[in-house]
Antibody, heavy 119, light 110 residues
Framework: EVQLVQSGAEVKKPGESLKISCKAS????????IAWVRQMPGKGLEWMGI????????TYSPSLQGQAVISADKSISTAYLQWNSLEASDTAMYYC????????????WGQGTLVTVSS | QSVLTQPPSVSAAPGQKVTISCSGS????????VSWFQHLPGTAPKLLIY???KRPSGIPDRFSASKSDTSATLGITGLQTGDEADYYC???????????FGGGTKLTVL
């Protein structure tokens, strides 16, 4: 059974750093792309970027480039989303998802990680 | 404002049928496969339709979809209260080299 299990909710202050995770199981991690998707409060789903775990080369959405860093560790089948300096506007639910192919979209999703940034 | 345009909300009575539209352009829907997702906020989105009109195993045939030119449509028949959720279309945009989601449509089953 394919599963993507994300790390738990986080509450951070502006300027702090954060790394959230997405652990995959039930399939060959290096065979599929992983995407990160953001949902800000009261808003829709936004594509942040993708990574191919076999070479860990991320591609970012043009509209969200530079806001966070996507990485992966294939030795432990885990993808990450990381911020060096959080802002209040980073408050959102973040989902990881497995892609059927580079342009084919998600088929399995993680349960989401709620990130709250507040002073 | 999303590149893929969906109505903000639709509603229908239990047992009835509803359709949700998704309008794009030649750089996205017109030349790429469309997927549809069901999402209850705070939970994992669920893939309902992929490759324009295919249902993953476990998705009932009450859910169907089609694509024509630069638009796509999701149809849900035999509406149930459990179908109340947000529905998103999604597709690759060849110009942006990025996946796009529509703005989402909130389905209310009256």
């Amino acid at each position: 059974e394919v599963q993507l299990v994300q790390s738990g909710a986080e509450v951070k202050k502006p300027g702090e750093s954060l790394k959230i995770s997405c652990k995959a199981s039930g399939y060959k991690f290096t065979y599929y792309w992983i995407a990160w998707v953001r949902q800000m409060p009261g808003k829709g789903l936004e594509w942040m970027g993708i990574i191919y775990p076999d070479d860990s080369d991320p591609t970012y959405s043009p509209s969200l480039q530079g806001q966070a860093v996507i990485s992966a560790d294939k030795s432990i089948s885990t993808a990450y989303l990381q911020w060096n300096s959080l802002e209040a506007s980073d408050t959102a639910m973040y989902y990881c998802a497995r892609l059927r192919g580079y342009t084919y979209g998600p088929d399995y999703w993680g349960q989401g990680t709620l990130v709250t940034v507040s002073s | 404002q999303s590149v893929l345009t969906q109505p903000p909300s639709v509603s229908a009575a239990p047992g009835q049928k509803v359709t949700i539209s998704c309008s794009g352009s030649s750089s996205n829907i017109g030349n790429n496969y469309v997927s549809w997702f069901q999402h209850l906020p705070g939970t994992a989105p669920k893939l309902l339709i992929y490759d324009n009109n295919k249902r993953p195993s476990g998705i009932p045939d009450r859910f169907s979809a089609s694509k024509s030119d630069t638009s796509a449509t999701l149809g849900i028949t035999g509406l149930q209260t459990g179908d109340e959720a947000d529905y998103y279309c999604g597709t690759w945009d060849s110009g942006l080299s990025a996946w796009l989601f529509g703005g989402g449509t909130k389905l209310t089953v009256l």
